[in-house]
């Protein structure tokens, strides 16, 4: 066994292999950014090395440099996650003729497996069943939108060295094509350095199925059951469980030799997932591998009581797979949801900030959280905006549902915009318990995922009207004389009533709050609705009755806004305090970046006349890109970036000139 890995990655990913390996006592190297410099993995790690600036490209994924650092620390084996240089053939045929071990599979069947369309070639003669679509050498525009127009539209377009959801576009129509083309290319140039695409047929309610597969040096195959992984956005997933529901034994078992197959094939060793795509008819189809350990492994290492990364360690150190097929057992259910630092409401924008207040449910024997982040660290622009997994175990699937619900009712996150809401929604949906899932799941489910009900907006306003009055009673009292006129918070004067008047913000709502301080308790007003409230207020936690219906909730308040916990939901508000000299915005209706990111393309010139819903300007952010659309028929008249400009939140990219004061301009001349 290795007494000492370097971990070529970052976040939780790296958290996790660091306390594997310590537990096995294994030394753990840790290489870092510059943004990483007082990271979560550099701490827990027996050493670290500066890499570079931000950026992945000077810093995780200068190979050559990781290389160096294996060889000047005395690293046996590298593991690299996932991400970054997992998946790169070059990089571990460089570790192989610099006598370092690649903890992963060997370069060759990364190589077959890196290319989609390759992978596909290979799949075919060992006899694993493939989607109808294209994936030749040929990379002409004119033949990839005939071989699309043969399939039959809906088609899935995709990066074949692609990952993650980058460079993929789903076309639904021909005159959709050409502009999915473009992007879908530019993704997969921008995102692998390939922009070679393949055409599949994209089935409409497909379910995404995956095989975690293990393979040792002396031909040893085996696989971990396997996981459901269908509810997904931006074709990336958004919560697994394990074992995939209501599929029968027989396809369960077949969809496994499928599996082995496909690793046997390319001579594989080390983890694996072999993707199927399963159609509510019972056939399945292969869709990718991937060579490398999965962010969803936990659910597979939950229901098989097995540690997938020790495993890892064991083959790539020359032992055989620790059990056989038949000693395998699967026991209960898991399910795992990512925690992302994104915007569910705006079309899952990757967001940014510093995590302000972070709680996290207990851990113990049915919960767990897989993180590479503290209260107080930055979730910048440069990486994938992932803050956590939680995953959790019981001995069934509404036994682990309830499990995760109330474990998501424990998380709190303040400083930035999060899916905790919406995966409470999700994972309470109606649709979703009884298991009526497919790949376009958030889709057919909009309206029990997103939003929130008026009502509930009006009550977390006036439970924060009441904590803002207790808060403000508990800063103002004197301990030595609690009797005190001057201790009171009821503004008292002579023949008048005891009010406390605010206005809340919450996102484009303003409310009118007033809260009356009666003998026992308070009289909340709110557009015309009453609430009598009684409330007590320890540490930051608010316990509070309105008109009966009592309420427990923790409050964070970080200068002027407030962010209320209850029930597995978050809601922000903002105390609107008037300042002097404040004026409406000048530059309302212009064309505005949604994110901080970076412009990777213009779509439109200056001088060009177009419709509404036309993309103008492309931006990229934690490797996603976003188009920016017309929302109106006009002409461009200025641009304000160019590609490869940072932008941050709010910045105004371009200028568009109504069509109606064009045609005023026009008859002026």
């Given at each position: 066994m290795?007494?000492?890995?370097?971990i070529?990655?970052?976040?939780?990913?790296?958290?996790?292999?660091?306390?594997?390996?310590?537990?096995?006592?294994?030394?753990c190297?840790?290489?870092?950014?510059?943004?990483?410099?007082?990271?979560r993995?550099?701490?827990?790690a027996?050493?670290?090395?500066?890499?570079?600036?931000?950026?992945?490209?000077?810093?995780?994924l200068?190979?050559?440099?990781?290389?160096?650092?294996?060889?000047?620390?005395?690293?046996?084996?590298?593991?690299?996650?996932?991400?970054?240089?997992?998946e790169?053939?070059?990089?571990?045929?460089?570790?192989?003729?610099?006598?370092?071990?690649?903890?992963?599979?060997?370069?060759?069947?990364?190589?077959?497996?890196?290319?989609?369309?390759?992978?596909?070639?290979?799949?075919?003669?060992?006899?694993?069943?493939l989607?109808?679509?294209?994936?030749g050498?040929?990379?002409?525009?004119?033949?990839?939108?005939?071989?699309?127009?043969?399939?039959?539209?809906?088609?899935?377009?995709?990066?074949?060295?692609?990952?993650?959801?980058?460079g993929m576009?789903?076309?639904?129509?021909?005159?959709?094509?050409?502009?999915?083309?473009?992007?879908?290319?530019?993704?997969g140039?921008?995102?692998?350095?390939?922009?070679?695409?393949?055409?599949?047929?994209?089935?409409?309610?497909?379910?995404?199925?995956?095989?975690?597969?293990?393979?040792?040096?002396?031909?040893?195959?085996?696989?971990?059951?396997?996981?459901d992984?269908?509810?997904q956005?931006?074709?990336?997933?958004?919560?697994?469980?394990?074992?995939?529901?209501?599929?029968?034994?027989?396809?369960?078992?077949?969809?496994g030799?499928a599996?082995?197959?496909?690793?046997r094939?390319?001579?594989?060793?080390?983890?694996?997932?072999?993707?199927?795509?399963?159609?509510?008819?019972?056939?399945?189809?292969?869709?990718?591998?991937?060579?490398?350990?999965q962010?969803?492994?936990?659910?597979?290492?939950?229901?098989?009581?097995?540690?997938?990364?020790e495993?890892?360690?064991?083959?790539a150190?020359?032992?055989?797979?620790?059990l056989?097929?038949?000693?395998?057992q699967?026991?209960?259910?898991?399910?795992?949801?990512?925690?992302?630092?994104?915007?569910p409401d705006?079309?899952?924008?990757?967001?940014?900030?510093?995590?302000?207040?972070?709680?996290?449910p207990t851990?113990?024997?049915?919960?767990?959280?897989?993180?590479?982040?503290i209260?107080?660290?930055?979730?910048?622009?440069?990486?994938?905006?992932?803050?956590?997994k939680?995953?959790v175990?019981?001995?069934?699937?509404?036994q682990?549902?309830?499990?995760?619900?109330?474990?998501?009712?424990?998380?709190q996150?303040?400083?930035?915009?999060?899916?905790?809401?919406?995966?409470?929604?999700?994972?309470?949906?109606?649709?979703?318990k009884?298991?009526?899932?497919?790949?376009?799941?958030?889709?057919?489910?909009?309206?029990?995922?997103?939003?929130?009900?008026?009502?509930?907006?009006?009550?977390?306003?006036?439970?924060?009207?009441c904590?803002?009055?207790?808060?403000k009673?508990?800063?103002?009292s004197?301990?030595?004389?609690?009797?005190?006129?001057?201790?009171?918070?009821?503004?008292?004067?002579?023949?008048?009533?005891c009010?406390?008047?605010y206005?809340?913000?919450?996102?484009?709502?303003?409310?009118?709050?007033?809260?009356?301080?009666?003998?026992?308790?308070?009289?909340?007003?709110?557009?015309?609705?009453?609430?009598?409230?009684?409330?007590?207020?320890?540490?930051?936690?608010?316990?509070?009755?309105?008109?009966?219906?009592?309420?427990?909730?923790?409050?964070?308040?970080?200068g002027?806004?407030?962010?209320?916990?209850?029930?597995?939901?978050?809601?922000?508000?903002q105390?609107?305090?008037?300042?002097f000299?404040?004026?409406?915005?000048?530059?309302?209706?212009?064309?505005?970046?949604?994110?901080?990111?970076?412009?990777?393309?213009?779509?439109k010139?200056?001088?060009?006349?177009?419709?509404?819903?036309?993309?103008?300007?492309?931006?990229?952010?934690?490797?996603?890109?976003?188009t920016?659309?017309?929302?109106?028929?006009?002409?461009?008249?200025?641009?304000?970036y160019?590609p490869?400009?940072?932008?941050?939140?709010?910045?105004?990219?371009?200028?568009?000139?109504?069509?109606?004061?064009?045609?005023?301009?026009?008859?002026?001349?």
């Amino acid at each position: 066994m290795f007494n000492k890995i370097l971990i070529a990655n970052r976040g939780e990913i790296a958290c996790r292999i660091i306390d594997t390996a310590h537990r096995m006592g294994i030394q753990c190297v840790a290489v870092y950014s510059e943004a990483d410099r007082n990271a979560r993995h550099v701490a827990l790690a027996d050493e670290a090395f500066l890499l570079g600036p931000a950026p992945s490209k000077d810093s995780y994924l200068k190979s050559d440099l990781i290389l160096q650092i294996a060889k000047q620390s005395g690293a046996q084996a590298i593991h690299p996650g996932y991400g970054f240089l997992s998946e790169n053939a070059d990089f571990a045929r460089a570790c192989e003729s610099n006598n370092i071990e690649f903890i992963g599979p060997p370069a060759s069947a990364i190589d077959s497996m890196g290319s989609k369309s390759a992978a596909k070639s290979i799949m075919e003669s060992a006899n694993v069943p493939l989607v109808p679509g294209y994936h030749g050498d040929d990379q002409s525009r004119e033949l990839i939108k005939n071989e699309a127009n043969r399939c039959g539209y809906p088609v899935l377009l995709k990066a074949v060295a692609g990952g993650g959801g980058k460079g993929m576009r789903v076309v639904w129509q021909e005159s959709e094509f050409d502009e999915a083309f473009n992007a879908a290319r530019r993704e997969g140039e921008s995102s692998f350095g390939n922009g070679d695409l393949l055409v599949e047929k994209y089935l409409t309610k497909p379910r995404h199925v995956e095989l975690q597969v293990f393979a040792d040096k002396s031909g040893h195959a085996v696989y971990l059951a396997d996981r459901d992984c269908s509810v997904q956005r931006r074709h990336q997933k958004v919560i697994e469980e394990a074992p995939a529901p209501d599929i029968p034994e027989d396809i369960r078992c077949a969809m496994g030799q499928a599996a082995i197959q496909a690793a046997r094939a390319i001579n594989y060793v080390g983890a694996g997932t072999v993707e199927f795509l399963y159609d509510e008819d019972g056939s399945f189809y292969f869709m990718e591998m991937n060579t490398r350990l999965q962010v969803e492994h936990p659910v597979s290492e939950l229901i098989t009581r097995q540690d997938l990364v020790e495993w890892q360690l064991r083959v790539a150190a020359g032992e055989d797979l620790p059990l056989a097929q038949e000693q395998i057992q699967v026991e209960g259910h898991a399910i795992e949801v990512r925690v992302y630092a994104e915007d569910p409401d705006n079309d899952f924008l990757p967001a940014t900030g510093t995590l302000k207040y972070l709680r996290t449910p207990t851990e113990n024997r049915h919960v767990r959280v897989d993180t590479g982040v503290i209260e107080g660290d930055e979730v910048s622009i440069y990486y994938d905006p992932m803050i956590a997994k939680l995953i959790v175990w019981d001995e069934s699937r509404d036994q682990a549902l309830s499990r995760m619900s109330s474990a998501l009712k424990d998380y709190q996150i303040c400083g930035l915009t999060t899916n905790l809401n919406f995966l409470s929604n999700l994972v309470q949906a109606p649709a979703f318990k009884a298991f009526d899932v497919d790949t376009g799941f958030i889709e057919k489910n909009q309206n029990v995922l997103f939003g929130e009900a008026d009502h509930n907006q009006h009550q977390s306003i006036a439970l924060a009207a009441c904590y803002l009055t207790l808060d403000k009673k508990r800063r103002s009292s004197n301990p030595q004389d609690p009797t005190s006129p001057f201790n009171q918070l009821n503004n008292w004067r002579l023949n008048s009533s005891c009010a406390h008047p605010y206005e809340l913000v919450h996102g484009d709502n303003s409310y009118q709050v007033n809260v009356l301080e009666l003998a026992n308790g308070f009289e909340i007003t709110l557009n015309n609705t009453t609430y009598e409230v009684k409330g007590k207020l320890e540490a930051e936690q608010l316990t509070a009755t309105l008109n009966g219906h009592q309420f427990s909730v923790s409050v964070f308040q970080d200068g002027q806004e407030l962010t209320l916990f209850q029930d597995g939901h978050t809601f922000t508000c903002q105390r609107h305090v008037e300042m002097f000299g404040e004026h409406e915005d000048d530059t309302a209706g212009s064309l505005c970046a949604p994110m901080n990111g970076t412009v990777v393309a213009i779509l439109k010139e200056p001088g060009s006349k177009v419709e509404a819903g036309e993309g103008l300007i492309v931006i990229e952010a934690m490797k996603m890109e976003q188009t920016i659309a017309a929302p109106y028929e006009g002409t461009v008249t200025e641009l304000f970036y160019q590609p490869g400009d940072l932008v941050n939140e709010g910045s105004e990219l371009l200028a568009l000139t109504p069509v109606s004061e064009n045609n005023s301009a026009d008859g002026d001349a």
